[in-house]
């Protein structure tokens, strides 16, 4: 199956067993934005519990915040997204598609990245068990072509995107020949800039409405409670103000499903340190993060990190995480070194003090910053796509599998009783009762019990438990493993504990 196909039927998966559906759906959908269904909502629900425990319950120093969507208009004027939250976009004069100029030139890279990779695979099977790919892509003079190519594209466009070069980023379409993947043809209009912020109006026209803005990142609102939190808090630098909320940015071009929407969710952290050491305490959050990632059983390669060449002008340090989508890989989180960019703009606009009394140094100063940002949207993706599994069984029948991390799962367990009569019934929803307290637990007694696990594996439940003639003499049932398909006879009252072993992370 090639990875187009592939992702088609991730996407098919998710809205055929209610994990995402296009927003009005009824009016046929708005584009680029989409609703969570009954299990969808329970994966998002469990990746931000994930997350929060990992950031805000499990660190001392990391309290939450639940700041407002809308900001005093200011805000954004501080932070730069008035005058600086662009992409380039530029539209193809046939297909009448719209692209961002620098996606177009990324897409032409990893084209060439694509390249590399299928040398070191022809390689691989000609070398063998001998083969090093260190060596191997340090030394091979077509590879060093291919990264040299890579590095000259990267630097135009990063020059050119830095120094807001409009007709620089179109030279560079036209010298590469980046051709519309619609209309196969380079008939380009000029590159423009194009802001992502949307604007609303606040108050009634008669009262003389102010323009505000749906915030294109929940970032500011952290930034602006600083010091709230940091004096009701006690708090003690280093210190975090973690959040999670919607965001919103009207994407020029929004495509490939819930990677990027123009209403989406963030997850971010905001790490306030003593200026000089957020170099090391980017290190470590770099770490971190990616630790995080990793505890969810998720294999290594799936990931990788991408250090920023082009930094922005207030970051000293940057780097992306980047997962395996379908379609490559991608960004799924950022970590950035921001300095003390946000806090002082902020005191400027605002006339407030921003900073700490370092009470063991005697100074005041106004702390840098350590951002941690991920999609909750994107992570749902990465989840969908890493768990997506079709199996051809033993008996020669076919299976589709969400194998998701079990923490992540919807729904924990399914309640199964064999038959629906002989008081099996009944004696299921007794089990069941002393489980829901704790874990999402899902009762069914329609259909064989074959059917019953296809519609379990389909969602991911990642124990299924059997009620039988048995039960009702000595109270153990059977517990199926949704992964090896696995039986096992236990007595009900380790069900408790079996379901919490499985969900629980993984320690690295
Ligand atoms: P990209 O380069 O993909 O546009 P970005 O660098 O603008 O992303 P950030 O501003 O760093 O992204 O936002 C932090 C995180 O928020 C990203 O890593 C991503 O997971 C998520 N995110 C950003 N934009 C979107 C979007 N339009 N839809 C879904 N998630 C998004």
């Not at 799936?302 to 340090?317: F, G, I, Q, S, T």
């Not at 299924?464 to 048995?470: A, M």
Request: glycine content about 6%.
């Amino acid at each position: 199956m090639n990875q187009e196909e592939f992702f088609k039927k991730i996407t098919a998966h998710a809205k055929e067993y209610g994990f995402v559906f296009p927003s009005s759906d009824i009016y046929d959908g708005l584009s680029a934005v989409y609703d969570y269904g009954q299990n969808g909502v329970e994966l998002k629900n469990n990746i931000r519990q994930y997350w929060w425990k990992a950031m805000v319950q499990m660190h001392e120093n990391i309290v939450g915040v639940d700041a407002a969507i809308f900001m005093h208009p200011t805000v954004w004027k501080a932070s730069g997204h008035v005058d600086a939250f662009n992409d380039p976009m530029i539209d193809n004069k046939d297909s009448k598609k719209r692209y961002r100029a620098d996606v177009l030139v990324e897409d032409h890279i990893a084209k060439i990245e694509d390249k590399i990779n299928k040398e070191v695979e022809k390689a691989k099977k000609r070398f063998g068990d001998a083969f090093d790919k260190e060596q191997f892509v340090s030394t091979n003079a077509r590879v060093l072509g291919y990264k040299q190519e890579i590095e000259d594209i990267s630097h135009r466009l990063y020059a050119a995107m830095e120094n807001n070069d409009l007709a620089g980023i179109k030279q560079l379409i036209e010298d590469l020949g980046i051709v519309c993947p619609i209309s196969g043809s380079r008939n380009w209009t000029d590159v423009r800039q194009f802001n992502l912020m949307f604007a609303t109006q606040m108050g009634s026209l008669a009262e003389g409405a102010n323009e505000i803005y749906l915030r294109p990142e929940t970032a500011q609102g952290i930034f602006v409670n600083y010091l709230n939190i940091q004096k009701t808090g006690r708090m003690k630098v280093p210190f975090g103000i973690a959040q999670t909320g919607k965001a919103f940015r009207n994407e020029i071009v929004a495509r490939q499903f819930i990677f990027r929407m123009r209403e989406f969710e963030q997850m971010e952290m905001q790490f306030f340190v003593r200026p000089g050491t957020e170099l090391e305490w980017f290190k470590h959050w770099k770490e971190e993060r990616l630790r995080w990632h990793l505890s969810l059983g998720i294999p290594a390669e799936k990931y990788r990190y991408h250090d920023h060449e082009k930094l922005a002008h207030y970051a000293n340090a940057a780097t992306d995480i980047e997962f395996e989508f379908p379609f490559g890989f991608k960004e799924l989180e950022g970590i950035h070194s921001r300095t003390d960019f946000d806090l002082s703009s902020h005191s400027k606009f605002s006339g407030k003090k921003l900073q700490y009394f370092d009470p063991e140094t005697n100074e005041s100063y106004v702390p840098y910053v350590i951002e941690t940002s991920i999609g909750l949207d994107r992570m749902f993706l990465a989840m969908l796509s890493h768990a997506y599994t079709e199996e051809k069984l033993e008996d020669g029948s076919e299976r589709v599998v969400m194998k998701f991390p079990a923490a992540l799962a919807p729904y924990k367990v399914a309640i199964l009783p064999l038959v629906k009569k002989d008081g099996l019934p009944e004696k299921a929803r007794e089990i069941m009762e002393q489980l829901t307290p704790d874990f999402m637990c899902q009762y069914e007694e329609k259909d064989s019990i074959g059917k019953r696990y296809r519609r379990q594996d389909a969602i991911g439940t990642p124990l299924c438990v059997t009620i039988d003639n048995q039960t009702l003499e000595d109270n153990t049932v059977t517990v199926r493993d949704r992964d090896t398909m696995e039986q096992i006879r236990v007595n009900a009252d380790e069900l408790y504990t079996i379901i919490r072993n499985k969900i629980a992370p993984k320690k690295i």
